[in-house]
């Protein structure tokens, strides 16, 4: 648990008052390493993801790590990092309550909301690589805090659908997968309401 709660406080004190106070001037909330994006297609999303990691090193890059809908996604990464991103799509997005009912649709700008998740760990991300392994071995010590024949319901991999009743490291297996792995959540319940577990 230590990794977590160095996690946490790294996350709060490397950014500067003035940035906090503009995000949550902004409407955007307080800075977090994880950012909910709603209203914007994945195609209009992508490039500002790509612009700012162009600007970023490769320990500080935005990942999008889960996709909730088809205009719903969250970005991970340093707070610092989302903060430049929420800069750029700012230059885009509507102001609440502008009215752009006497402009042609094609040159409206588009309306959806940014904001920062109450989180203080950049979940389902690369940033959590090997966090699983020191909880289960050092925090743990190897002890199961459960059997796959205590589970009263069914549990699916979040990232291909599969039952995760069969993994081999079945602690791990689920806390890996808030951790470290993307999810396309569309895609997956699309699966289980087709009975297929293995379409994707």
Not at 18 to 35: H, K, R, T
Not at 81 to 95: D, E, T
Not at 118 to 145: F, I, N, Q, R
Not at 169 to 198: D, H, K, M
């Amino acid at each position: 648990m230590a990794i977590f709660l160095w996690l946490v406080w790294a996350a709060c004190i490397s950014l500067e008052p003035s940035i906090v106070q503009d995000a949550i001037d902004g409407g955007e909330g307080q800075p977090s390493p994880m950012l909910s994006i709603t209203g914007l297609p994945l195609k209009d999303l992508e490039p500002h993801v790509k612009k700012t990691n162009s600007h970023l090193p490769d320990n500080s890059k935005l990942t999008l790590s889960l996709h909730n809908g088809p205009r719903a996604f969250v970005i991970t990464g340093p707070s610092r990092s989302l903060y430049g991103l929420v800069i750029n799509l700012r230059k885009i997005r509507a102001p609440n309550g502008l009215d752009q009912s006497k402009i042609p649709f094609s040159q409206r700008k588009p309306v959806f909301s940014v904001r920062f998740l109450v989180v203080g760990v950049p979940y389902h991300s690369k940033y959590l690589d090997g966090a699983g392994e020191k909880l289960c071995v050092d925090d743990l010590g190897g002890e199961e805090l459960w059997k796959p024949a205590d589970l009263l319901i069914p549990v699916y991999h979040t990232e291909d659908g599969m039952h995760i009743v069969a993994s081999v490291i079945f602690i791990n297996e689920p806390n890996e997968q808030v951790r470290t792995f993307e999810n396309f959540w569309v895609q997956l319940l699309g699966c289980y309401a087709n009975r297929s577990l293995r379409c994707l």
